[in-house]
């Protein structure tokens, strides 16, 4: 079964530079989520997107920028990296109607 | 602002011993959800709680929703080297499908 992509898997940035960060949900999902995971802390939610439309926010810095586009995938915009922005990057989807999300493997970033 | 709180943080079983992990909100829940985190992988969606006093089965796992939709529980019976991993509720609140994550219960499992 399809699953969700996301590219890259690693990223090294310095600070101050930008990152994209690419996310292909499962075909059909209509929902996007991001998540910004620290190490040995939960994931924390930054934003969604339900048909190509942001849909909710959560703490995501101004830095942060994300869209869906035409076709689902999303990317996630970071300017002006921060240390503290090393993190794991998730994007999730989920189906139409449900609320059960399916994660893609991740982005590691790491800013030095 | 809204928060889920899961203890214990950390687990450490002999196998065959079994385990429980405790979600705890105050306010009331839309649902909640279980995922498992393996080391290194990604969260991996186990199961949706909805209905008050709702019980569920998953061959070796058990997950109940309270019956004021505020606390949730996981237990595994018998627990298998294959259970290693971190265990998170996640709780949605209202319709938009954000997951609000517990601190998450990391288990391990000696043979």
């Known amino acids: 079964a399809a699953g969700v992509i996301q590219s890259p898997r690693h990223l090294i940035k310095e600070k101050r530079e930008t990152a994209t960060l690419k996310c292909y949900p499962i075909?059909?999902?209509?929902?996007v989520y991001w998540y910004q995971q620290g190490p040995g802390q939960d994931p924390q939610f930054l934003i969604s997107?339900?048909?190509?439309?942001?849909?909710d926010k959560g703490s995501i810095p101004d830095r942060f920028s994300a869209q869906q586009f035409s076709d689902y995938h999303s990317e996630l915009n970071m300017s002006s990296l921060e240390l503290g922005d090393s993190a794991l990057y998730f994007c999730?989807?989920?189906?139409?109607?449900?609320?059960?999300?399916?994660f893609g493997p991740g982005t590691r970033l790491t800013v030095t | 602002g809204q928060q889920v709180m899961q203890i214990p943080q950390y687990q450490h079983v002999q196998e065959g011993e079994d385990f429980t992990t405790y979600c705890n909100s105050s306010?009331?829940?839309?649902?909640i959800q279980w995922y498992k985190q393996r080391p290194g992988g990604h969260p991996v969606f186990l199961i949706q709680?909805?209905?008050?006093?709702e019980v569920k089965k998953q061959k070796r796992l058990t997950f109940q929703f309270g019956e004021a939709k505020k606390n949730s529980s996981l237990h595994i019976t018998a627990t298998q080297t294959t259970d290693v991993g971190t265990y998170f509720c996640?709780?949605?609140?209202?319709?938009?499908?954000?997951?609000?994550f517990g601190q998450g219960t990391e288990l391990s499992v000696k043979p």
């Open positions: 999730a989807s989920s189906p139409r109607g449900l609320f059960e999300q399916y």
């Open positions: 075909p059909r999902h209509d929902t």
């Open positions: 997107f339900y048909e190509k439309m942001q849909s």
């Open positions: 306010t009331t829940l839309s649902n």
């Open positions: 709680l909805v209905k008050s006093g």
């Open positions: 996640a709780a949605i609140y209202n319709q938009g499908g954000k997951l609000i």
